[in-house]
């Protein structure tokens, strides 16, 4: 970039240049022909006689130097001068795939603020405080929005921000505590334009739609390119790009349970993200952004996803019934940590209750016998073949059933080892 120089040090360096433009180009003395002349005594004459001012002189100057300067650096790079045009900015391939997701997926992505009924100390008055926001998105035509059950936890009252300002008042459809998923509806949806985009262009002005999902979170690969919207400490649309750095991680949900396959990411994922969207790079829902590893709560490029799989089960069970249905064994059982303590590979049963699953099958719980003296339950070592050491692959097997569903389980009781058959059955 030229940069102009103040009148007075420009005159210097004119005249520094003029003067060594002489110099160099100094011949010999030779004879000359004394009626003519000199070429210098010329030049001078004529410079004197058009003299112009020194802006002038600046300006053609600097006019050259731009189009020597264009000439050594290329076409791609153009000087403006006054009164030109502003150019277009050149974007590669990668950005404006990034810019098209984003501008196609915001309209879907909302606001979810947290509202805790209150009581004004002074007034007696009833106050709606903000206790917390995060994100959620809009998951069909019905205008159902999704969102973690963290975000919503305690809430007198919850609001729903569009993008645009728009706020609504929302109720809860229903939630599923197991894997941090909440299902809400705007209490006046007749109000909402609500579109489905099959074509995944941008909708119609004044218009909501659903976050396309065209993929299924199980065929992730590492390496991956991902897209995450939310609004992190209250910015609201924020984007965040990363990749997948990881598949099949585990995280505990609120109610203890594990929630497995999770997607683990570098997209910067802060708090206000939480129940925000996961995308791909084909602008299709993934995940929801729910979590963070971070000993101080801040981004340390560790996030993770609830994966669309998971949600679209617990989703769909929500707005059929109102709840998750899931199959339970009816048992209780011991910590990992103090099965590991006692030396137990497996699930060591506490308590099976009257009446279920695994009572009617003869599992038994931990007991004392009649000198106070500590027996331990059944120790439940695979279920269908396959090995359970601890409640996660108990849990794996348990999400994957169905209710009515027979189970082959392998217990170890005292040192032998027997097989019993349970049928699961729904959870209250």
């Given at each position: 970039?030229?940069?102009r120089s103040t009148p007075s040090s420009g005159a210097t360096?004119?005249?520094?240049?003029?003067?060594?433009?002489?110099?160099?180009?100094?011949?010999?003395?030779?004879?000359?022909?004394?009626?003519?002349?000199?070429?210098?005594?010329?030049?001078?004459?004529?410079?004197?006689?058009?003299?112009?001012?020194?802006?002038?002189?600046?300006?053609?100057?600097?006019?050259?130097?731009?189009?020597?300067?264009?000439?050594?650096?290329?076409?791609?790079?153009?000087?403006?001068?006054?009164?030109?045009?502003?150019?277009?900015?050149?974007?590669?391939?990668?950005?404006?795939?990034?810019?098209?997701?984003?501008?196609?997926?915001?309209?879907?992505?909302?606001?979810?603020?947290?509202?805790?009924?209150?009581?004004?100390?002074?007034?007696?008055?009833?106050?709606?405080?903000?206790?917390?926001?995060?994100?959620?998105?809009?998951?069909?035509?019905?205008?159902?929005?999704?969102?973690?059950?963290?975000?919503?936890?305690?809430?007198?009252?919850?609001?729903?921000?569009?993008?645009?300002?728009?706020?609504?008042?929302?109720?809860?459809?229903?939630?599923?505590?197991?894997?941090?998923?909440?299902?809400?509806?705007?209490?006046?949806?007749?109000?909402?334009?609500?579109?489905?985009?099959?074509?995944?262009?941008?909708?119609?002005?004044?218009?909501?739609?659903?976050?396309?999902?065209?993929?299924?979170?199980?065929?992730?690969?590492?390496?991956?390119?991902?897209?995450?919207?939310?609004?992190?400490?209250?910015?609201?649309?924020?984007?965040?790009?990363?990749?997948?750095?990881?598949?099949?991680?585990?995280?505990?949900?609120?109610?203890?349970?594990?929630?497995?396959?999770?997607?683990?990411?570098?997209?910067?994922?802060?708090?206000?993200?939480?129940?925000?969207?996961?995308?791909?790079?084909?602008?299709?829902?993934?995940?929801?952004?729910?979590?963070?590893?971070?000993?101080?709560?801040?981004?340390?490029?560790?996030?993770?996803?609830?994966?669309?799989?998971?949600?679209?089960?617990?989703?769909?069970?929500?707005?059929?019934?109102?709840?998750?249905?899931?199959?339970?064994?009816?048992?209780?059982?011991?910590?990992?940590?103090?099965?590991?303590?006692?030396?137990?590979?497996?699930?060591?049963?506490?308590?099976?209750?009257?009446?279920g699953p695994a009572w009617r099958a003869g599992i038994r719980?931990?007991?004392?016998?009649?000198?106070?003296?500590?027996?331990?339950?059944?120790?439940?070592?695979?279920?269908?073949?396959?090995?359970?050491?601890?409640?996660?692959?108990?849990?794996?097997?348990?999400?994957?059933?169905?209710?009515?569903?027979?189970?082959?389980?392998?217990?170890?009781?005292?040192?032998?080892?027997?097989?019993?058959?349970?049928?699961?059955?729904?959870?209250?």
């Amino acid at each position: 970039m030229l940069r102009r120089s103040t009148p007075s040090s420009g005159a210097t360096r004119l005249q520094s240049c003029t003067s060594t433009q002489i110099r160099a180009h100094s011949r010999p003395p030779a004879v000359r022909d004394s009626s003519k002349p000199s070429r210098c005594l010329q030049d001078s004459r004529t410079s004197s006689r058009e003299q112009q001012p020194l802006h002038v002189v600046l300006t053609s100057i600097a006019a050259a130097a731009a189009v020597t300067l264009s000439s050594l650096l290329g076409p791609e790079v153009a000087l403006l001068g006054p009164g030109a045009a502003a150019a277009q900015p050149r974007m590669t391939p990668d950005e404006k795939v990034t810019i098209d997701i984003f501008k196609r997926s915001t309209p879907s992505v909302v606001n979810v603020t947290n509202l805790t009924a209150r009581r004004d100390a002074f007034t007696m008055n009833m106050l709606e405080i903000p206790q917390g926001a995060g994100s959620g998105f809009i998951w069909d035509e019905a205008g159902h929005v999704i969102t973690n059950y963290h975000v919503i936890t305690d809430a007198s009252d919850i609001q729903v921000t569009f993008m645009g300002g728009a706020e609504y008042s929302a109720k809860v459809i229903g939630v599923d505590q197991d894997k941090d998923v909440a299902v809400l509806q705007d209490k006046d949806v007749a109000v909402l334009q609500i579109g489905v985009d099959a074509d995944k262009n941008a909708p119609p002005e004044g218009m909501l739609k659903a976050l396309p999902r065209c993929s299924n979170s199980s065929d992730l690969l590492v390496g991956q390119k991902l897209f995450a919207i939310g609004n992190p400490f209250g910015l609201d649309h924020t984007l965040t790009t990363g990749v997948v750095s990881g598949t099949g991680r585990e995280i505990a949900s609120i109610s203890g349970r594990p929630i497995q396959d999770v997607i683990q990411t570098d997209a910067a994922i802060n708090p206000g993200n939480s129940g925000g969207p996961l995308l791909d790079s084909g602008g299709c829902l993934i995940g929801i952004n729910t979590a963070i590893y971070s000993p101080s709560g801040a981004n340390s490029g560790v996030g993770f996803a609830i994966p669309v799989d998971v949600v679209k089960s617990s989703v769909e069970q929500i707005i059929a019934f109102g709840k998750v249905v899931r199959p339970i064994l009816g048992i209780s059982f011991a910590p990992d940590q103090s099965s590991e303590q006692l030396g137990v590979k497996g699930i060591l049963v506490l308590n099976a209750r009257e009446g279920g699953p695994a009572w009617r099958a003869g599992i038994r719980g931990t007991s004392r016998d009649e000198y106070g003296r500590l027996v331990l339950g059944d120790i439940i070592t695979a279920v269908n073949g396959a090995k359970v050491r601890n409640s996660s692959d108990l849990y794996k097997v348990l999400d994957k059933a169905t209710v009515g569903q027979s189970l082959d389980i392998e217990v170890l009781r005292g040192n032998a080892k027997e097989h019993v058959t349970a049928v699961l059955e729904a959870n209250a």
